[in-house]
């Protein structure tokens, strides 16, 4: 079936605006997540969807970056007034959520991303 | 949660295995090591994880020692599409107190030459 699609893959925008940025997950996986990765570095978590609710929004970075998920599917990501150091790229991920995990029913898998750009 | 450690880099000659350790000395009875890759540009892609026992699927092999306080992934046939850097995370079982956060740390850079 299809992995996770992110949109757009590309996007370059200028200082001070604001972009959104949508995650369709796997169909049926309940759990979404949201991370980044700048440039040469790590990946690092900003945001948990278990259905539309955000149990865990811990690595959100400042008040300008929000997510919503509706219809326990589709997720956008906003960035609002958005600054140079918002460039990286924004990787979406999908789970089932079972609590045995023997059958791999919580493996996490990754859309491509969405590479950002402020200029 | 139980932090990784691994070499930065390696090398490894096409056709041959490529064996990647990773030590995770704190691990605790309910965490699982779980390996993905990351090919430039791309996002990071699934490979294995296991718990206790020996993981075999068609990518590769997951060796856990019997104290679980360290492990090896093992690609057999090692190919140039298999450059990427690999992730070695230690992972929180899904309960009712813990979604399993996944953790990235800096990986190693797997550079596989012809």
């Known amino acids: 079936g299809a992995g996770v699609s992110q949109s757009p893959s590309n996007k370059v925008t200028e200082k001070g605006k604001d972009v959104e940025l949508r995650c369709d997950p796997i169909?049926?996986?309940?759990?979404l997540y949201w991370y980044r990765q700048s440039l040469g570095q790590g990946l690092e978590f900003l945001i948990y969807?278990?259905?539309?609710?955000?149990?865990?929004k811990s690595g959100l970075p400042s008040d300008r970056f929000s997510a919503e998920r509706t219809g326990g599917s589709v997720s956008t990501l906003t960035i609002q007034r958005t600054q140079q150091e918002d460039s990286a790229v924004y990787l979406c991920?999908?789970?089932?959520?079972?609590?045995?995990?023997?059958?791999?029913?919580?493996?996490?898998?990754f859309g491509e991303g969405s590479w950002l750009t402020v200029v | 949660d139980a932090k990784t450690t691994q070499p930065p880099s390696m090398d490894c000659a096409e056709g041959r295995a490529a064996n990647l350790p990773c030590n995770h000395s704190t691990i605790s009875g309910n965490e699982y090591v779980y390996w993905y890759r990351q090919i430039h540009s791309q996002g990071p892609q699934y490979i294995i994880h296991g718990l206790k026992n020996n993981e075999t699927n068609e990518m590769a092999s997951l060796i856990i020692t019997e104290d679980r306080k360290s492990s090896t992934l093992i690609l057999p046939h090692a190919t140039l599409r298999d450059t990427a850097v690999y992730y070695c995370i230690v992972r929180v079982a899904v309960t009712t107190d813990s979604w399993g956060k996944l953790q990235f740390g800096a990986g190693t850079q797997v550079v596989v030459t012809p």
């Open positions: 969807f278990q259905g539309n609710s955000a149990p865990d």
């Open positions: 169909s049926g996986h309940t759990a």
């Open positions: 991920a999908s789970s089932l959520f079972r609590f045995r995990d023997r059958d791999s029913g919580n493996t996490i898998y």
